[in-house]
């Protein structure tokens, strides 16, 4: 060991020895430069952390110099939020709180260890603002975006709830840190839990956990179990969403999740929190009670502001002192709860009768009045405009889903055929039209007016439920996914539809299709009196113009022939569609339905200014509707749209470029445009998409029409036919004159068996013998075709009687032509071919006719044998083939019935003097009453049998 220790010190002279000659000097420079680097490092870090720090404090203080002065009067009493309409008038307030205030030493252990393992596991450790909580807040926020987690304090959620904006900002939360921070230095953590529990929002305009447990469970704070313990814990994040009567199976959730916080924190067992969390939200609450705070004026539509700022950012109507300016029109709202709320317009079947109606303004979406319900005396009570999700839509939701969506994506015309036939699901299961009828072929456009279901299933089946579903998106519904595939769908078979969800979709038809979501909130002002928030409501293209427009041109004439016929306002431009629901065979077992009932009945229409939908029912399934009150929804819409528009200008639809309308031969298909000479019977006019319409023309009719033109070329007509006697040479002369084109020839005979052949307008027979009678026939012929022949005839007078050749007593044989009639006896200046031909045997073929034999073939025949083919016939043995038919022995085909029995009719064959107009259109007019009992009937057009959707649509 000395060895080596000698050795190590020798060395270690030697080293020295021989240092000035090495390099050590240099090789402990480096040293020198690394120590030097890593302290400029440090230095410089120190020196950025301080400046962050300053920069910090700086930014932090800035933030907070605005920030408002503790007030104990806000830390405990809520200010009241006022409601301004669409022109800036007040309306009413909303605050009127429920609050029972509890003491801090009042609080169960239980009630407290779930709030605080919840909102705050370390309330009595922080001051205020807990740093731990902070930093694992922050690492969500980097990763998930800012605002995605929160770290709130129950201090500071206090501080948020008396004196700062809910608004998730930088800003925001650092004053809220600050007051937080000097709430905890004024007072005790046992004041401030205090104050939160008594100040926290509990949905149902409910404030405090006390007054929640007696809401919710009718039970004082100290005989609540577990599980509704934690349920009262949990709702304060967001609690109109863990409503427990509004939503048991979100409050359940949310309850288990406390339940899990309290395990956590070791505030319970585990076997405890499996226990609590077996037990049904549902079987543990109260009966609900119905409302007794003091009514509000426009309850149903306030309640839905209340709910539309709560969702704007979490703003607090009833405590947070804002100004709110809504989208309400008050005439309409009044007008609204005035025909719902009294009989005065409408008579109601029963008091249970209930209707939810949602009139929107079709080009902004601003909602401008809301029928929640019939009766409705109280705030926050059920809402059918809004919370009706359970019902059936019905046929209503065709257009949206089945023929929107063909036009959308498949570019089909207002003419695409469909096929009215037997058909089935794609499972087999077999669908029907209302009524079991079918029409067999028929167009889009007639399939929708009459609501055929078999069509609206085909049309479902060609565009696809992911289209269909993405058209339904498009336009603000969106269907649960256990129902989104079902083909049922097509008919309106789905749930979780309310009014106001499809006024905003049919709003996107009017508003050329841009759809905006219904809203009726547009701006509010919060307490401090200079932050201004606006509701982001933007809109957004839900569909091409062309699909909005043909979808409306075909609606339009659901109102004006089709099932919406009752919903119909003469003048106004309107568009609609009728929706219907039925019951299920064992329904109608079970409860005694009757087969014509139904639960529910729908309407949706709208102008280019106003948007409404409709339904009707009762709040129970086992309470239907008769066919009567069926119709009272189409009665509500009708009245209600009289009302808005009375004094408003209403624009029709503005068809867009992308448009074309055609005239289509009927029945053709597919379609081929109708070419000249189609009669007004044969074609139709259809709207296509710009680019995707036919180019095949129809000409049947233009070639008949052709040759029809030549062979009137060819014809000729023999005029001025007259027979005249030459007693110097006792022969008759017969003279003529010819109208045509063509070189005729002519043929006479005469009745005594002699005939002559002339290219000349007269022929002369010899022998005539006086007292004798001769008639001559003149046939004419062109190119070798008879076109016309004539008659006359003579009785050669005896002794020295003057030539009989008067025409006023020997009046042509010629027969009148079909479209013309004769005039009676008081009647010089009507008949033969006059619109009004009144007192003779034949009444006038296109007008009104009174007394003659054969009612018109157009207007209203009256007191005829045989009444109008189209107008009304009264009095007649037959009524009119489609007008009314009144006082003959057979009705009208498709017009009125028939009464007044044989001898109804006005003037018998002499008829009456006066004469009626022609109708307008053919089979729309009416005729004279008859004489006796007969009543008169204006001819309708009658829809096909069984035009009617899921269940009776009419």
Same mark, same amino acid.
């Given at each position: 060991?000395?060895?080596?220790?000698?050795?190590?010190?020798?060395?270690?002279?030697?080293?020295? @020895?021989?240092?000035?000659?090495?390099?050590?000097?240099?090789?402990?420079?480096?040293?020198?430069?690394?120590?030097?680097?890593?302290?400029?490092?440090?230095?410089?870090?120190?020196?950025?952390?301080?400046?962050?720090?300053?920069?910090?404090?700086?930014?932090?203080?800035?933030?907070?110099?605005?920030?408002?002065?503790?007030?104990?009067?806000?830390?405990?009493?809520?200010?009241?939020?006022?409601?301004?309409?669409?022109?800036?008038?007040?309306?009413?307030? &909303?605050?009127?709180?429920?609050?029972?205030?509890?003491?801090?030493?009042?609080?169960?252990?239980? &009630?407290?260890?779930?709030?605080?393992?919840?909102?705050?596991?370390?309330?009595?450790?922080?001051?205020?603002?807990?740093?731990?909580?902070?930093?694992?807040?922050?690492?969500?926020?980097?990763?998930?975006?800012?605002?995605?987690?929160?770290?709130?304090?129950?201090?500071?959620?206090?501080?948020?709830? $008396?004196?700062?904006?809910?608004?998730?900002?930088?800003?925001?939360?650092?004053?809220?840190?600050?007051?937080?921070?000097?709430?905890?230095?004024?007072?005790?953590?046992?004041?401030?839990?205090?104050?939160?529990?008594?100040?926290?929002?509990?949905?149902?305009?409910?404030?405090?956990?006390?007054?929640?447990?007696?809401?919710?469970?009718?039970?004082?704070?100290?005989?609540?179990?577990?599980?509704?313990?934690?349920?009262?814990?949990?709702?304060?994040?967001?609690? %109109?969403?863990?409503?427990?009567?509004?939503?048991?199976?979100?409050?359940?959730?949310?309850?288990?999740?406390?339940?899990?916080?309290?395990?956590?924190?070791? !505030?319970? $067992?585990?076997?405890?929190?499996?226990?609590?969390?077996?037990?049904?939200?549902?079987?543990?609450?109260?009966?609900?009670?119905?409302?007794?705070?003091? +009514?509000?004026?426009?309850?149903?539509?306030?309640?839905?502001?209340?709910?539309?700022?709560?969702?704007?950012?979490?703003? %607090?109507?009833?405590?947070?002192?804002?100004?709110?300016?809504?989208?309400?029109?008050?005439?309409?709202?009044?007008?609204?709860? @005035?025909?719902?709320?009294?009989?005065?317009?409408?008579?109601?079947?029963?008091?249970?009768?209930?209707?939810?109606?949602?009139?929107?303004?079709?080009?902004?979406?601003?909602?401008?009045?809301?029928?929640?319900?019939?009766?409705? !005396?109280?705030?926050?009570?059920?809402?059918?405009?809004?919370?009706?999700?359970?019902?059936?839509?019905?046929?209503?939701?065709?257009?949206?889903?089945?023929?929107?969506?063909?036009?959308?994506?498949?570019?089909?015309?207002?003419?695409?055929?469909?096929?009215?036939?037997?058909?089935?699901?794609?499972?087999?299961?077999?669908?029907?039209?209302?009524?079991?009828?079918?029409?067999?072929?028929?167009?889009?456009?007639?399939?929708?007016?009459?609501?055929?279901?078999?069509?609206?299933?085909?049309?479902?089946?060609?565009?696809?439920?992911?289209?269909?579903?993405?058209?339904?998106?498009?336009?603000?519904?969106?269907?649960?996914?256990?129902?989104?595939?079902?083909?049922?769908?097509?008919?309106?078979?789905?749930?979780?539809?309310?009014?106001?969800?499809?006024?905003?979709?049919?709003?996107?038809?009017?508003?050329?299709?841009?759809?905006?979501?219904?809203?009726?909130?547009?701006?509010?002002?919060?307490?401090?009196?200079?932050?201004?928030?606006?509701?982001?409501?933007?809109?957004?293209? +839900?569909?091409?113009?062309?699909?909005?427009?043909?979808?409306?041109?075909?609606?339009?004439? &659901?109102?004006?022939?089709?099932?919406?016929?009752?919903?119909?306002?003469?003048?106004?431009?309107?568009?609609?569609?009728?929706?219907?629901?039925?019951?299920?065979?064992?329904?109608?077992?079970?409860?005694?339905?009757?087969?014509?009932?139904?639960?529910?009945?729908?309407?949706?229409?709208?102008?280019?200014?106003?948007?409404?939908?409709?339904?009707?029912?009762?709040?129970?399934?086992?309470?239907?509707?008769?066919?009567?009150?069926?119709?009272?929804?189409?009665?509500?819409?009708?009245?209600?749209?009289?009302?808005?528009?009375?004094? @408003?200008?209403?624009?029709?639809?503005?068809?867009?470029?992308?448009?074309?309308?055609?005239?289509?031969?009927?029945?053709?298909?597919?379609?081929?445009?109708?070419?000249?000479?189609?009669?007004?019977?044969?074609?139709?006019?259809?709207?296509?998409?710009?680019?995707?319409?036919?180019?095949?023309?129809?000409?049947?009719?233009?070639?008949?029409?052709?040759?029809?033109?030549?062979? !009137?070329?060819?014809?000729?007509?023999?005029?001025?036919?007259?027979?005249?006697?030459?007693?110097?040479?006792?022969?008759?002369?017969?003279?003529?004159?010819?109208?045509?084109?063509?070189?005729?020839?002519?043929?006479?005979?005469?009745?005594?068996?002699?005939?002559?052949?002339?290219?000349?307008? $007269?022929?002369?027979?010899?022998?005539?013998?006086?007292?004798?009678?001769?008639?001559?026939?003149?046939?004419?012929?062109?190119?070798?075709?008879?076109?016309?022949?004539?008659?006359?005839?003579?009785?050669?007078?005896?002794?020295?009687?003057?030539?009989?050749?008067?025409?006023?007593?020997?009046?042509?044989?010629?027969?009148?032509?079909?479209?013309?009639?004769?005039?009676?006896?008081?009647?010089?200046?009507?008949?033969?071919?006059?619109?009004?031909?009144?007192?003779?045997?034949?009444?006038?073929?296109?007008?009104?006719?009174?007394?003659?034999?054969?009612?018109?073939?157009?207007?209203?025949?009256?007191?005829?044998?045989?009444?109008?083919?189209?107008?009304?016939? %009264?009095?007649?043995?037959?009524?009119?083939?489609?007008?009314?038919?009144?006082?003959?022995?057979?009705?009208?085909?498709?017009?009125?019935?028939?009464?007044?029995?044989?001898?109804?009719?006005?003037?018998?064959?002499?008829?009456?003097?006066?004469?009626?107009?022609?109708?307008?259109?053919?089979?729309?007019?009416?005729?004279?009453?008859?004489?006796?009992?007969?009543?008169?009937?204006?001819?309708?057009?009658?829809?096909?049998?069984?035009?009617?959707?899921?269940?009776?649509?009419?």
């Amino acid at each position: 060991m000395s060895d080596q220790y000698n050795s190590r010190i020798e060395r270690r002279k030697k080293q020295k @020895k021989r240092a000035p000659q090495n390099t050590a000097p240099a090789a402990k420079k480096p040293k020198k430069k690394k120590s030097s680097l890593a302290k400029k490092i440090f230095l410089t870090f120190a020196a950025l952390f301080l400046l962050m720090l300053a920069g910090g404090l700086g930014t932090f203080a800035l933030m907070v110099k605005d920030a408002p002065k503790l007030d104990e009067g806000l830390l405990h009493d809520p200010i009241s939020s006022k409601i301004y309409d669409m022109n800036g008038d007040f309306v009413t307030s &909303v605050g009127s709180q429920k609050r029972d205030y509890v003491k801090y030493e009042d609080i169960p252990p239980l &009630v407290r260890d779930a709030i605080l393992a919840t909102e705050d596991a370390r309330f009595f450790k922080h001051h205020g603002v807990d740093i731990i909580r902070i930093g694992g807040a922050a690492i969500k926020n980097v990763t998930n975006g800012f605002g995605s987690e929160g770290a709130s304090t129950i201090t500071q959620q206090v501080v948020k709830m $008396s004196f700062l904006s809910p608004d998730k900002t930088i800003k925001r939360k650092a004053q809220e840190a600050w007051l937080a921070y000097q709430l905890d230095k004024e007072y005790s953590k046992e004041e401030i839990f205090e104050m939160y529990v008594n100040k926290v929002f509990m949905s149902d305009r409910i404030f405090g956990i006390k007054e929640a447990a007696n809401h919710y469970f009718g039970k004082e704070l100290d005989e609540l179990t577990l599980p509704e313990a934690a349920l009262i814990a949990g709702m304060p994040q967001s609690p %109109n969403n863990y409503n427990p009567f509004k939503h048991p199976d979100r409050a359940e959730k949310r309850r288990n999740v406390v339940l899990s916080l309290m395990e956590q924190h070791h !505030k319970i $067992s585990t076997s405890d929190m499996e226990k609590a969390k077996q037990t049904s939200v549902a079987d543990q609450l109260a009966e609900q009670k119905p409302d007794t705070g003091p +009514a509000k004026k426009f309850n149903a539509y306030i309640d839905m502001v209340v709910e539309e700022v709560q969702k704007m950012g979490g703003y %607090n109507p009833y405590s947070d002192g804002l100004k709110i300016y809504t989208t309400l029109d008050p005439k309409a709202q009044t007008y609204m709860e @005035k025909l719902l709320d009294t009989e005065e317009i409408i008579n109601y079947p029963s008091e249970k009768f209930q209707a939810g109606i949602s009139l929107i303004d079709t080009k902004t979406g601003e909602v401008r009045a809301i029928g929640g319900g019939r009766n409705q !005396k109280v705030e926050r009570g059920f809402n059918y405009a809004v919370d009706l999700k359970q019902r059936q839509p019905g046929s209503v939701i065709k257009p949206l889903i089945d023929y929107g969506p063909a036009i959308e994506y498949l570019k089909w015309s207002t003419y695409q055929q469909l096929d009215d036939r037997p058909d089935t699901y794609s499972n087999g299961t077999p669908i029907r039209n209302a009524g079991g009828s079918y029409m067999g072929p028929l167009s889009m456009r007639t399939a929708l007016t009459y609501s055929r279901n078999i069509p609206a299933l085909q049309t479902y089946k060609k565009v696809g439920h992911e289209k269909a579903n993405e058209f339904l998106n498009n336009v603000g519904i969106q269907l649960a996914k256990s129902q989104s595939e079902n083909e049922s769908n097509s008919i309106g078979a789905m749930s979780g539809i309310s009014p106001l969800d499809l006024s905003g979709a049919y709003a996107a038809f009017g508003n050329g299709g841009t759809y905006i979501k219904p809203h009726t909130v547009k701006k509010i002002v919060l307490a401090d009196g200079d932050t201004e928030v606006r509701n982001p409501i933007k809109p957004k293209k +839900a569909m091409n113009d062309y699909t909005a427009y043909m979808i409306t041109d075909m609606l339009k004439d &659901v109102v004006k022939e089709g099932t919406g016929r009752r919903a119909n306002i003469p003048g106004l431009p309107l568009a609609g569609k009728t929706g219907t629901t039925n019951y299920t065979e064992k329904e109608k077992r079970e409860w005694n339905i009757p087969s014509s009932a139904a639960p529910d009945s729908w309407f949706v229409g709208y102008t280019s200014n106003y948007t409404a939908a409709i339904w009707t029912g009762y709040e129970s399934k086992k309470e239907y509707l008769s066919k009567d009150s069926q119709n009272i929804s189409k009665q509500l819409f009708k009245h209600l749209m009289e009302e808005v528009s009375s004094d @408003k200008e209403t624009k029709n639809f503005k068809k867009p470029n992308s448009v074309v309308e055609l005239p289509i031969k009927k029945g053709s298909n597919p379609a081929e445009i109708a070419g000249a000479g189609t009669p007004d019977s044969e074609k139709v006019y259809e709207l296509f998409i710009k680019g995707e319409e036919p180019k095949k023309v129809f000409n049947d009719f233009k070639d008949k029409k052709d040759d029809e033109d030549k062979e !009137k070329e060819k014809e000729g007509k023999i005029e001025n036919l007259t027979a005249s006697y030459d007693t110097s040479s006792q022969s008759i002369k017969v003279s003529w004159s010819f109208g045509g084109k063509g070189t005729p020839s002519f043929a006479v005979s005469s009745s005594t068996g002699e005939s002559q052949s002339t290219s000349g307008t $007269s022929a002369v027979f010899g022998n005539a013998q006086p007292g004798n009678s001769y008639s001559y026939t003149v046939t004419a012929t062109v190119d070798g075709q008879t076109v016309d022949t004539a008659s006359t005839s003579i009785t050669v007078p005896t002794g020295e009687e003057p030539p009989a050749n008067s025409d006023e007593d020997n009046p042509p044989a010629t027969q009148p032509d079909d479209d013309q009639s004769t005039p009676g006896d008081n009647d010089n200046d009507n008949g033969n071919g006059n619109d009004n031909g009144n007192g003779g045997n034949t009444g006038g073929n296109n007008g009104g006719n009174n007394g003659g034999n054969t009612g018109g073939n157009n207007g209203g025949g009256n007191g005829g044998n045989t009444g109008g083919n189209n107008g009304g016939g %009264n009095g007649g043995n037959t009524g009119g083939n489609n007008g009314g038919g009144n006082g003959g022995n057979t009705g009208g085909n498709n017009g009125g019935g028939s009464n007044g029995g044989n001898t109804g009719g006005n003037g018998g064959s002499t008829g009456g003097n006066t004469s009626k107009p022609p109708v307008t259109p053919p089979g729309g007019g009416t005729g004279t009453p008859p004489a006796s009992g007969g009543n008169t009937q204006q001819g309708t057009p009658t829809p096909p049998a069984g035009a009617q959707t899921q269940s009776t649509d009419e």
